[in-house]
């Protein structure tokens, strides 16, 4: 069975510091990496995706990718409180048309 | 303005009742997806499309069923054999080919069964 990990919080940090957020993997076939935003009551919205290993910034947002610890990251840099949301890795795998997500992490700023 | 719209946002029915959640995308996007989302869970798949008059069952397909007759248009009913249908339902569309396979939700149909 493929799985995505995430730790579900809350991980709750100040207003204007670094939030980082994990996720793990158990497929090594594994070749696309997404990062969705979810506010209460609302659908997944995609912030970032990643494809290779390294680091992606894209504003505030950065991801890295590690396909051989099988690991992927967000850092939410100058965290502010309206990033208060869960936050779902998601995983597509090789030659697949299927998504595996994990089941959030619960992301609270603090003013 | 592009995007995948749902409709309804809110939807109640009797138990017992069959319902059909719409789900309509202008992305251009060859596959489209059901999830369902239970509060405090993940997204779970229902059923999927990567072409149109085809499609495949995910994880969770029993108590459901779709069509796709058209590449803009992936309905899924909820049938009165699916045991717990009250949920958060999430249509979502991707490119199949070339090097982007990002993945995008519309805004979502609650439904509650009573």
């Known amino acids: 069975q493929k799985e995505v990990e995430q730790n579900s919080g809350p991980l709750s940090v100040p207003e204007g510091a670094i939030a980082s957020l994990n996720c793990t993997y158990s497929?090594?076939?594994?070749?696309?990496f997404f990062w969705y935003r979810q506010y209460s009551g609302k659908s997944p919205e995609l912030i970032m995706s990643i494809y290779s290993n390294g680091d992606k910034e894209d504003g505030r947002f950065t991801a890295q990718l590690n396909k051989a610890s099988q690991y992927v990251s967000l850092l939410i840099r100058d965290s502010q409180p309206s990033d208060s949301a869960t936050y779902l890795c998601a995983v597509r795998s090789s030659g697949t048309y299927k998504y595996i997500f994990g089941t959030g992490t619960r992301l609270k700023v603090l003013a | 303005d592009g995007g995948i719209t749902q409709s309804p946002k809110y939807l109640f029915r009797k138990e017992g009742q069959n319902v059909t959640l719409s789900c309509e995308q202008n992305?251009?996007?060859?596959?489209m997806y059901w999830y369902r989302q239970d509060p405090g869970q993940g997204l779970r798949l229902i059923y999927y499309s990567q072409i149109v008059n085809d499609f495949q069952k995910g994880d969770i397909a029993e108590g459901y069923s779709v069509s796709r007759e058209k590449k803009e248009s992936f309905p899924l009913t909820v049938t009165s054999a699916q045991k717990n249908p009250t949920a958060f339902y999430l249509c979502?569309?991707?490119?199949?080919?070339?090097?982007?396979?990002?993945?995008?939700f519309g805004p979502g149909t609650r439904l509650t069964v009573t």
């Open positions: 979502a569309s991707s490119i199949s080919t070339g090097a982007n396979y990002e993945q995008y």
């Open positions: 992305l251009n996007h060859d596959a």
């Open positions: 497929d090594r076939g594994s070749q696309s």
